[in-house]
C-alpha cells in the first residue's frame, strides 16, 4: 500500500497552459515537501509545507497543505518547457528519522 | 553552502561481482545519510540511513549493506551483485529529517 498517492502519474501539456498536481494520503503528515528531478540528476528540495492550510508560492508554482494535513497539490501557472521533471511529494509523520515519497507526477511541457 | 557528492557517476557491473558507491557531503556536520534507489525514473525506495558514525538502519532486506565509518562518509555494498539491483543510486542528507538534499546519483547496470 502506497502511504502517499501521487495524480495524475503523467501529464504532457502545452506551453502557457495552467496544471495541478495532487499528493493524496490518509495519513496525517507533520510537514510535506516538493521536489522536482530531472533526468538522470538527483531531486531538488522545491518547498516544504507543514501548517494545515498553508499556501507558499514559488514565482509560478503555488503549492498548498490540506486543512488536515493529509494531501497537498501544487499549481503551476503558465507552464514552461523547463518546468518539465518529475515531481516527488514526501511526507514526515513525525518521531522518524525518514520520509514517505509517492511515486511522482512526470510532467512535460510542450514548447 | 553544503555540498554532496557521489561517485561514481555510472557503472557497469557484471552479475555476482562486487559493489562500492560512496558518498560523502561537506560543509556540515553530522548529517543525517540516506541512501535510495529509483527504478525507471519513479518513486524513490528507501535502502539505508544513518543517524551518526557507525550507526544504519536497513529498510529493506536483500544482499545490500552500507557503512558510514566516517561523519560524512557513507558507503553502499555489495559482495555479490544481481540482475535486479540494477537501478538508480540517490544519497543524501539532512538536518532536520524532514528536508533532505540529494547528491547526483549513480546509474548502476549489471549485466
Known amino acids: 500500500t502506497q502511504l502517499l498517492e501521487q495524480s495524475p502519474q503523467f501529464l504532457s501539456i502545452q506551453e502557457g497552459e495552467n496544471l495541478t498536481v495532487y499528493c493524496n494520503s490518509s495519513?496525517?503528515?507533520?510537514?510535506l515537501q516538493w521536489y522536482r528531478q530531472e533526468p538522470g540528476e538527483g531531486p531538488v528540495l522545491l518547498v516544504t509545507v507543514v501548517t494545515g492550510g498553508e499556501v507558499k508560492k514559488l514565482k509560478r508554482l503555488t503549492f498548498q497543505f490540506g486543512d488536515a494535513r493529509k494531501d497537498s497539490s501544487l499549481h503551476i501557472t503558465a507552464a514552461q518547457p523547463g518546468d518539465t521533471g518529475l515531481y516527488l511529494c514526501?511526507?514526515?509523520?513525525?518521531?522518524?528519522?525518514?520520509?514517505?515519497f509517492g511515486k511522482g507526477t512526470k510532467l512535460t511541457v510542450n514548447p | 553552502s553544503q555540498t554532496i557528492h557521489q561517485w561514481p557517476a555510472t557503472l557497469v557491473q557484471p552479475v555476482g561481482s562486487p559493489l562500492s558507491l560512496e558518498c560523502t557531503v561537506e560543509g556540515t556536520s553530522n548529517p543525517n545519510l540516506y541512501w535510495y534507489r529509483q527504478a525507471a525514473g519513479r518513486g524513490l525506495q528507501l535502502l539505508f540511513y544513518?543517524?551518526?558514525?557507525?550507526?544504519i538502519s536497513s529498510e529493506v532486506p536483500q544482499n545490500l549493506s552500507a557503512s558510514r565509518p566516517q561523519d560524512r562518509q557513507f558507503i553502499l555494498s555489495s559482495k555479490k551483485l544481481l540482475l535486479s539491483d540494477s537501478g538508480f543510486y540517490l544519497c543524501?542528507?539532512?538536518?532536520?529529517?524532514?528536508?533532505?538534499?540529494f547528491g547526483p546519483g549513480t546509474r548502476l547496470t549489471v549485466l
Open positions: 495519513s496525517v503528515f507533520s510537514s
Open positions: 514526501a511526507g514526515d509523520q513525525g518521531g522518524s528519522e525518514k520520509l514517505v
Open positions: 543524501a542528507w539532512s538536518w532536520t529529517y524532514n528536508e533532505q538534499f
Open positions: 544513518s543517524v551518526g558514525i557507525g550507526q
